[in-house]
């Protein structure tokens, strides 16, 4: 069909094969609903009808387009849904299939997967041609999506070796979360830090990641879990979620105030989970010498994160980062969806909004103020 005569038909309002809603970010901070068109799907690629999508920090800094997007991209970088349609060479995925759509891609050939860092896969980091294209608006421009995902929209056209099939009594939005929050949450724990029972773990930043990492702590049996954030509300669902200790870092210098709770060392591990460098620099010195700490926060493109080199250099402190939990998603995202079914975590502590697609705007704001720990998009 004729890209005109496309756009009339989406101008009048009239829905064909293809059609559907969906949140775009047009310029910087702002997110317009819209009608666009599906473009058929290139090889390997499916349409996932979209179930429910967490509206988490990265987004925000994605509408805010400090994070390097490039307008008009369709935003919502982790989801779940159910299979409507099948590619050509697609594999391994059936229509039907109720799926995970994992914010990081697998393809499990390229030079990082080959070396066991599927957290860092060419599929979504290395793209000379940028990110594929998803929707055509109704001004005939063309959207990409954010994270290879867009999942601020009814229906998503995604990369096959970005989604996991399961079988699970879990809810919409429990799974929604499997793509991103929990993953890196968990993965930071088990994966990154690799925690030992026993042990003391602070956790700096008590929204959704840190939550995820308190219980990912409380489950991997460490001994202190000690939870910072200013918010006194997240300080509460950290003490529902196992924290030993919870601590106010704006009443005094939280390295002190961690170190005062472990007989002056400090913390064997700290998982960072705020996003301000300054609150990087503190979790890196409340860890005892030695000690190790994870990394997951990131403030706008360009911010730096400076350290002091005897703590580091010379007392043996270990900084390591976690994308996206270093996760192998066929392996770690079944189990965690176990972990949730059986309760062994509660998604009930992370998640505090439901928004249909209409109130994106809301959730958006809801994020930024903090007045929500995770707000879900539920665009059916
Ligand atoms: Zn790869
Ligand atoms: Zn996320």
Not at 7 to 31: H, I, N, S
């Amino acid at each position: 069909m004729a890209d005109a005569e496309a756009t009339a038909r989406l101008r009048a309002g009239r829905r064909e094969e293809g059609a559907m809603r969906a949140a775009v970010m047009t310029g910087p901070g702002r997110l317009d609903v819209q009608e666009v068109e599906l473009l058929p799907l290139a090889p390997g690629r499916i349409r996932v009808r979209t179930g429910a999508t967490p509206f988490c920090a990265t987004d925000v800094m994605n509408a805010d387009g400090v994070f390097g997007k490039e307008p008009p991209t369709i935003l919502g970088h982790a989801s779940m849904g159910v299979v409507e349609e099948l590619g050509p060479d697609v594999m391994g995925v059936r229509v039907g299939d109720r799926v995970v759509v994992h914010g990081t891609a697998e393809c499990g050939r390229c030079f990082y997967c080959a070396r066991g860092r599927t957290d860092q896969c060419s599929v979504i980091f290395d793209r000379p041609d940028g990110p594929p294209p998803v929707a055509r608006l109704a001004d005939g421009s063309i959207a990409t999506a954010a994270g290879n995902v867009g999942g601020y929209a009814e229906v998503m056209s995604v990369d096959a070796r970005q989604v996991v099939a399961l079988d699970s009594r879990l809810s919409d939005v429990e799974l929604g979360l499997l793509g991103c929050g929990v993953t890196t949450g968990l993965g930071s724990v088990f994966n990154v830090a690799a925690v030992v029972p026993g042990s003391d773990v602070a956790v700096v930043g008590c929204g959704q990641l840190g939550l995820w990492m308190i219980q990912g702590a409380r489950l991997a049996g460490a001994g202190q879990i000690i939870a910072l954030d200013p918010d006194a509300g997240r300080r509460d669902r950290a003490v529902k979620a196992g924290a030993t200790a919870v601590l106010d870092p704006d009443e005094a210098d939280p390295v002190e105030q961690v170190r005062a709770l472990t007989g002056g060392y400090g913390v064997t591990y700290a998982l960072e989970a705020a996003g301000p460098a300054l609150a990087q620099r503190q979790a890196v010195l409340m860890t005892h010498r030695g000690g190790t700490t994870v990394l997951t926060g990131c403030e706008p493109l360009g911010a730096k994160l400076s350290l002091p080199q005897v703590p580091v250099a010379l007392h043996g402190r270990t900084v390591v980062s976690s994308q996206n939990g270093r996760v192998r998603m066929h392996h770690d995202i079944p189990r965690y969806v176990r972990m949730l079914e059986d309760g062994r975590l509660d998604a009930s502590l992370v998640v505090s909004a439901e928004f249909a697609l209409d109130r994106v705007e809301d959730a958006m704001e809801a994020a930024r103020t903090h007045r929500t720990v995770i707000g879900v998009i539920v665009p059916r």
